[in-house]
């Protein structure tokens, strides 16, 4: 068993004991939680942070808003306190707070614990959240870059696709293969694992909303759509044709150009060149080869597609940083 101390542990401990600290500086009741409330608010992203810090301090005023109520006009009685829940809870959920009952609770037993309601009881309690949530906010400013891993998964990705194009291409040249296809599934892992990485890289970005990496791993996964489409087609040829080879060694070529670079003006271009010369061609002689010329016209169309997802989706995309 591997032993362990993540980034996000190592804040909350910090963050936890700083709390704490300035909580007992200032000599406040209950100060033990401010880390407990500094611990809820510890988050993965720098936006989660924010948005869950807001909806706790908001939730914390309308619980003591309704302990002021309902305890005071009822009592400080257990029947009361399930009231005030009945009541809360829903007004949380109602006004899109919800992530904030927890820690609200815990200054709600802190004036049911009291018996009472005064100013400066409100003061404390407003000073727990306060220093709670903003050690919290400071802690959260730290998130470690995910540029190193995003460049990780880019690599294997697009590792795998030259694997899979290169396997494609030996199929149609030679009319078989010993490849075992592990990277089809693979590449599906590596692409959700992309794809979720670079969103949190977007969500650790207060004001950025978009992620070359994140449009990079959706332009690969829309292309891989037709690579899995592709493979049943290349699978059936059992016969090798001079237009499979042709087909074949193109495959190659756009595999070992594999990359976020845009070449796909010059593989169209290919593609337009090779198509012209299957159309000056000896029609078919037989109906296996009619067929399998049918396929590679069918492949060829499918490749266009591809080279035009690249197009579509990656040219407007800022690519400085890939």
């Known amino acids: 068993m591997n032993f362990k101390i993540g980034y996000r542990t190592l804040k909350t401990a910090v963050g936890a004991a700083i709390a704490i600290a300035i ?28 948005i869950v810090s807001w909806q706790r301090f908001a939730a914390c005023l309308i619980g003591m808003a309704y302990s002021v109520i309902i305890f005071e006009l009822v009592g400080y009685e257990p029947w009361s306190l399930g ?7 829903p007004t949380a959920v109602m006004l899109k ?20 309601v005064s100013t400066p009881i409100i003061i404390n309690e407003l000073l727990l959240i306060i220093i709670g949530i903003g050690v919290a906010l400071i802690m959260n400013l730290y998130m470690p870059s995910s540029e190193k891993v995003l460049r990780v998964y880019l690599k294997d990705i697009e590792d795998h ?7 494609m291409a030996e199929y149609l040249r030679h009319g078989q ?11 599906v892992e590596l692409l959700k694992k992309g794809k979720n990485e670079a969103l949190r890289n977007v969500h650790n970005h207060i004001m950025r909303y978009e992620d070359q990496y994140y449009h990079y791993f959706k332009m690969r996964e829309k292309q891989f759509e037709i ?4 493979m049943p087609f290349i699978s059936s040829l ?30 169209l271009e290919r593609l337009d060149q090779m198509e012209a010369e299957f159309k000056e061609m000896e029609l078919p002689k037989t109906r296996e080869e009619f067929e399998i010329r ?7 169309h499918e490749l266009r597609q591809y080279l035009h997802i690249k197009d579509s989706l990656w040219n407007h995309v800022d690519k400085r940083s890939i």
């Not at 696709?161 to 396997?167: A, M, P, R, V």
């Not at 490849?179 to 599934?185: F, L, N, S």
């Open 177 to 187: 293969s010993d490849w075992d296809g592990a990277e089809i599934p693979e590449t």
């Open 227 to 230: 690579v899995e489409r592709l």
């Open 97 to 116: 707070v919800q992530e904030g009952i927890v820690t609200s609770l815990v200054i709600v037993l802190h004036l049911y614990t009291l018996q009472q």
């Open 83 to 89: 009231l005030l829940l009945l009541v809360f809870i």
């Open 23 to 50: 909580a007992q500086l200032l000599q406040l009741d209950f100060y033990a939680s401010a880390a407990i409330i500094t611990i809820l608010c510890i988050s993965i992203t720098k936006r989660k942070s924010l």
């Open 294 to 300: 049918s396929s590679l016209f069918y492949i060829m």
């Open 238 to 267: 059992e016969r090798s044709l001079p237009q499979s080879v042709q087909l074949a060694d193109f495959l190659d070529e756009l595999s070992k150009s594999l990359s976020p670079a845009n070449h796909v003006v010059y593989f």
């Open 161 to 167: 696709f030259k694997k899979i194009l290169h396997e």
